[in-house]
T-cell receptor, first 114, second 107 residues
Framework: DAGVIQSPRHEVTEMGQEVTLRCKPI?????LFWYRQTMMRGLELLIY????????DSGMPEDRFSAKMPNASFSTLKIQPSEPRDSAVYFC????????????FGEGSWLTVV | KNEVEQSPQNLTAQEGEFITINCSYS?????LHWLQQHPGGGIVSLFM???GKKKHGRLIATINIQEKHSSLHITASHPRDSAVYIC?????????FGTGTSLTVIP
C-alpha cells in the first residue's frame, strides 16, 4: 500500500490567498485525521472524520479553516484567506476503526504564508 | 495546565544506554499513543495502548491506568533512535498531545 498521501508537500503562498491541502487515506481506513504542528503549540488535532462524516472539529482554529471528505478516498483542508500565523506543517493520518489499530501519518504538507 | 505532560523535554544519551520517557495525563482516556517524529518531519505511530504493556523490537511501552502514567523505554539505544517522541491520549472525541521529548543518541 502507498500509505497516506498528502499534497502538496511544500507550499509558499501570500497572505490572503486560498490554500487547499489534499489527503488520500489508506484504502479501507474509515478514520481520517487532520493535524497541525507548529513550534509554539506542537501537534494539534484539527478535525477527524469517521466514514466521511466529521466527528469532532473543535480543533479547527477559526472559520477560515474548513475540511471536507467527499468520499472515502479523499479529503481536503482549506484555509481562506490564509494568514502568516497559519504557517505550519499539516499532517493527515488514517486508521482502521477498532481497538489496537495503528494510525498512519502522511509525510505532511509544509505551508508557509508570507 | 496541559492535559498531557511529558518528561524529560530533552534527553541526550550515549549509544547503548537504556532510555525512559515518561508521560502523565490528567483526563480519562480510552487509548494512549506514542508517536515518533524523525528529524525530517515524518511521524510514525509506535504504539497504541489501553492497558498493560507492549513490546516491539527494542521499544517497550507501558501504561498504568490507575496512576494515569505511561512510559516508553528504549533498550540498547542507537543514534537512529534520535527523534522527537510524542505522547498523545484520546479522551472521548478529544485528542490531547504532549509537547514531545527530543532524544539525541550520541555514538
Amino acid at each position: 500500500d502507498a500509505g497516506v498521501i498528502q499534497s502538496p508537500r511544500h507550499e509558499v503562498t501570500e497572505m490572503g490567498q486560498e490554500v487547499t491541502l489534499r489527503c488520500k487515506p489508506i484504502s479501507g481506513h474509515d478514520y481520517l485525521f487532520w493535524y497541525r504542528q507548529t513550534m509554539m503549540r506542537g501537534l494539534e488535532l484539527l478535525i477527524y472524520f469517521n466514514n466521511n462524516v466529521p466527528i469532532d472539529d473543535s480543533g479547527m482554529p477559526e472559520d477560515r479553516f474548513s475540511a471536507k471528505m467527499p468520499n472515502a478516498s479523499f479529503s481536503t483542508l482549506k484555509i481562506q484567506p490564509s494568514e502568516p500565523r497559519d504557517s505550519a506543517v499539516y499532517f493527515c493520518a488514517s486508521r482502521l476503526g477498532g481497538n489496537g489499530n495503528t494510525i498512519y501519518f502522511g509525510e505532511g504538507s509544509w505551508l508557509t504564508v508570507v | 495546565k496541559n492535559e498531557v505532560e511529558q518528561s524529560p523535554q530533552n534527553l541526550t544519551a550515549q549509544e547503548g544506554e537504556f532510555i525512559t520517557i515518561n508521560c502523565s495525563y490528567s483526563v480519562g482516556i480510552s487509548a494512549l499513543h506514542w508517536l515518533q517524529q524523525h528529524p525530517g518531519g515524518g511521524i510514525v505511530s509506535l504504539f497504541m495502548l489501553s492497558s498493560g504493556k507492549k513490546k516491539h523490537g527494542r521499544l517497550i511501552a507501558t501504561i498504568n491506568i490507575q496512576e494515569k502514567h505511561s512510559s516508553l523505554h528504549i533498550t540498547a539505544s542507537h543514534p537512529r533512535d534520535s527523534a522527537v517522541y510524542i505522547c498523545a491520549v484520546r479522551s472521548g472525541n478529544q485528542f490531547y498531545f504532549g509537547t514531545g521529548t527530543s532524544l539525541t543518541v550520541i555514538p
